[in-house]
T-cell receptor, first 114, second 113 residues
Framework: NAGVTQTPKFQVLKTGQSMTLQCAQDMNHNSMYWYRQDPGMGLRLIYYSASEGTTDKGEVPNGYNVSRLNKREFSLRLESAAPSQTSVYFC?????????????FGEGSRLTVL | GNSVTQMEGPVTLSEEAFLTINCTYTATGYPSLFWYVQYPGEGLQLLLKATKADDKGSNKGFEATYRKETTSFHLEKGSVQVSDSAVYFCALPLSGGYNKLIFGAGTRLAVHP
């Protein structure tokens, strides 16, 4: 009954360090997404993958890269972390690629960049 | 492009009080509208949705009506419980398909006994 699993749940980085956030879903969903959540700003879409083998930019892609490794896994990489990337990151998945469908979220990964 | 504006919080209520959280949107056409809820320490989960104008979504005692005349999708509950304490997000699709959603800033609700 795992759903969407994110690792790590907490991470502290120094400015300039790199890291990868991992996301896996066991619901056989086609679409996967990365969002960041900042106080007073709701969630903003970083990148998404409509299907295995495809990725595309969302609202705030700068400073991030993604990989859709297979249908289950979608990772988010910070190559050179900056304090502005301190946030809570959520991975989500959906069985739909058209509009109007529900997203299923992981529990989040809290990242602090010093 | 599509956008959403949500009432700022926090909202503090006593148990059994009436709840309204306002949400207005700007969109091309008539997209589906959503309310998501985030309980402490958890990810977001869908609370309810409406797929066309004049539809009413409902779940767990919460309701929201898709009103195209006022471009609104306000969330209501007649009698809140302590367990309803959470952050509530209004959402609609970004333009361009692929089920991308844009979220409001969130409204934190605290319900006291």
């Amino acid at each position: 009954n795992a759903g969407v699993t994110q690792t790590p749940k907490f991470q502290v980085l120094k400015t300039g360090q790199s890291m990868t956030l991992q996301c896996a879903q066991d619901m056989n969903h086609n679409s996967m997404y990365w969002y960041r959540q900042d106080p007073g700003m709701g969630l903003r879409l970083i990148y998404y993958s409509a299907s295995e083998g495809t990725t595309d930019k969302g609202e705030v892609p700068n400073g991030y890269n993604v990989s859709r490794l297979n249908k289950r896994e979608f990772s988010l990489r910070l190559e050179s972390a900056a304090p502005s990337q301190t946030s809570v990151y959520f991975c989500a998945s959906s069985p739909w690629t058209g509009g109007g469908g529900e997203l299923f979220f992981g529990e989040g990964s809290r990242l602090t960049v010093l | 492009g599509n956008s959403v504006t949500q009432m700022e919080g926090p909202v503090t209520l006593s148990e059994e009080a009436f709840l309204t959280i306002n949400c207005t949107y700007t969109a091309t056409g008539y997209p589906s509208l959503f309310w998501y809820v985030q309980y402490p320490g958890e990810g977001l989960q869908l609370l309810l949705k409406a797929t066309k104008a004049d539809d009413k979504g409902s779940n767990k005692g919460f309701e929201a009506t898709y009103r195209k005349e006022t471009t609104s999708f306000h969330l209501e509950k007649g009698s809140v419980q302590v367990s309803d304490s959470a952050v509530y997000f209004c959402a609609l699709p970004l333009s361009g398909g692929y089920n991308k959603l844009i979220f409001g800033a969130g409204t934190r609700l605290a319900v006291h006994p």
